[in-house]
């Protein structure tokens, strides 16, 4: 199956290729093309992939190759942070394991990258597995470093600024959707302290 991105509109991208994928059979290939590096497909998705390839056309577009695992739903994982660590231009969340029913990612930061404060229609549990920071929660901010859990409901406004290099484990119950993440991740990207997410 083949998906060209480069005429759909940003905010539609992620679903649509999160869609295509659930349709695929077990080690069946789903190839992208997109006019920027598909990280965030590949975060996404990271759970779920056996392999994938990214290649860059002459003209600046690239091709992504994913292809989809075998058995994965009844598969245990047994990983360590090791694995995934890795940081960006902004924080960045690698997911273990994404499901409609929830979400495990890891998330790194670089001291000073955070998280804009939003209210997400998910519940949130997150560990700070390394480093320090703040976290705010509604209107209040709170410190937050080695060792610290936090639990916010759905719908309460949070957000995560990391005063050191931190890794944090990020639970989500259910996995936002795809046009929430990009929100956030795009409002990090600009600069923007706060993002609305309308429900």
């Known amino acids: 199956m083949e998906l060209d991105l480069r005429s759909v509109e940003p905010e539609y991208r992620h679903r649509l290729v999160l869609e295509s994928f659930d349709k695929l059979k077990e080690e069946e290939e789903l190839t992208v093309i997109a006019d920027h590096y598909p990280s965030h497909l590949i975060q996404l998705l990271s759970g779920h992939v056996e392999k994938y390839k990214v290649e860059q056309t002459e003209n600046g577009d690239f091709v992504l190759r994913l292809t989809k695992k075998k058995g994965e739903s009844n598969k245990a994982i047994i990983s360590h942070i090791s694995e995934f660590r890795k ?44 480093g320090q920071g703040k976290v705010t929660i509604g209107n209040k901010e709170y410190e937050v470093r080695d060792g610290s859990i ?3 409901p759905k ?4 957000g995560v600024k990391a005063d050191t290099y931190m890794e944090a484990l990020h639970i989500v119950v259910p996995s936002p959707s795809p046009e929430d993440h990009e929100k956030v991740m795009g409002a990090a990207k600009k600069g923007i302290a706060e993002v609305n997410l309308k429900h």
Do not use: C, M, W
């Not at 790194?108 to 390394?130: E, G, T």
């Open 155 to 158: 719908g309460v406004k949070r």
């Open 87 to 130: 940081t960006g231009e902004v924080f960045t969340p690698i997911p273990v394991l994404r499901k409609e029913e929830y979400g495990v990612i890891l998330v790194f930061f670089k001291p000073s990258q955070y998280i804009p404060i939003h209210a997400p229609n998910s519940d949130l549990i997150f560990y700070v597995l390394q």
């Open 150 to 152: 936090v639990i916010v």
